[in-house]
């Protein structure tokens, strides 16, 4: 018997069979080999949620939701936020090694002059309600793109997939600015190739009657540490939602926006506008005990805290708590602060949050530093799209070219009627 392998007993067969344990895994195909008899279907792995199954192969991100630790390729996500800027990182996570000067360079240029969206983009964004969710906005543009670049559905050539990329990276602020500008009705600001990724989104927000728009420097360099705290997380909803759609063989615009519309979920990408709403109720760090209590009776959640895979710390969680005092000390101070510091003070020594191991996750304080940068909550579930967007591409690509990998396609196990006659219709009125 081979070590690394599995033994099973098959108590209503009597029979015994070994799975091979390869990287820590057995293959649920393998359970399948696992049958009574010929008409039996063979073994299913239930796993709803996918809370224990490994649905890929991966080399970008790494998590050790125990130990707190998160690595981009290999690299610790404190040194990336500490020492790179967002293009890099995304650069790092598309093509597996940080660039070098010249393919910085090309990466940088190629992303700037992708910026721009055909003048439909603004007529469609014209056609949305006046107040119409940015996120929605967001989500349906991105997949409009599609039907500017037809030849994106041809993926299956490198060449191709690299343009929708840069593509994709560069007109994702575009249409985010887009949305956030036909929400205020204000005219749209077109991309200024002079200045950083996060420069030209806070220009393409913020721009009014300057000839040139100057970022204020703490809000730029916060801006693009959070779109590199953002920018991946392996296969967290949003992701295995990319993965799954862009498995049928679509375009990449349809896929991310698949992913975008993931992130929309409270759950997920929506939880730091759901943190600013709860932080208003909660209004003053007076009343945080009893909503404290509300949380341990059930009767609401601590938004912002908890995670499926950190139950020890969120290691972003901690750089942006550090980058909210440098963005506070640049813009107003935030209300809202007292009422999340005391609620993080109660909650991190209260026994039901410990036993559960739940503490801030990124969104805790991001919605905070989005609120201080003048940002509406609606406008939180967007700026987290626009750098996961490098973090979905980096997957659908590799996803694209995983020789293993298939259309997605889970089991079921089916709970309904077995068998039964459609009634007459005259029964049935
Ligand atoms: N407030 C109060 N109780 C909570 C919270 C919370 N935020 N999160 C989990 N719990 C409790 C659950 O009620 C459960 O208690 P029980 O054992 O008594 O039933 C226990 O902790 C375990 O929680 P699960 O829901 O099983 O944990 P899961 O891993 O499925 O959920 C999730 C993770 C969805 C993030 C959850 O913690 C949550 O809803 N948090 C609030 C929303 C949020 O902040 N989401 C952002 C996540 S980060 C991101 O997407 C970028």
Redesign the pocket.
Known sequence: MPNDALSVLDNRTGKTYELPIVDGAVRATDLGKIRTGPHDPGLLAYDPAFMNTASTRSAITFIDGDAGILRYRGYPIEQLAEQCTFLEVAYLLIHGELPRAAEYHDWRWQITHHTWVHENVKKFMDGFHHDAHPMSMLISSLAALATFYPDARENRDPGHRTLQMYRLIAKVPTLAAFAYRHLRGQPYVYPDNDLTYAGNFLSMLFKTTEVKYGPPTALERALDVLFILHAD?EQ?CSTNAVRAVGSSGVDPYSAVAAGAAALYGP???G?NE?VLRMLRAIGSAGRVPEFIRK?KAGET????????VYKNHDPRARIIKRMADAVFAATKPSLLLPVALELERIALADDYFVQ?K?YP???FYSGLIYEAMGLPVEMFPVLFAIPRTAGWLAQWQEMVGDPEQKIARPRQIYTGPAWRDVPPRESRR
């Open positions: 997380h967290n759950l997920h990408g939880a759901a949380v959640k601590l938004m912002g805290f908890g995670h499926r559960r739940l996750n990124v969104d």
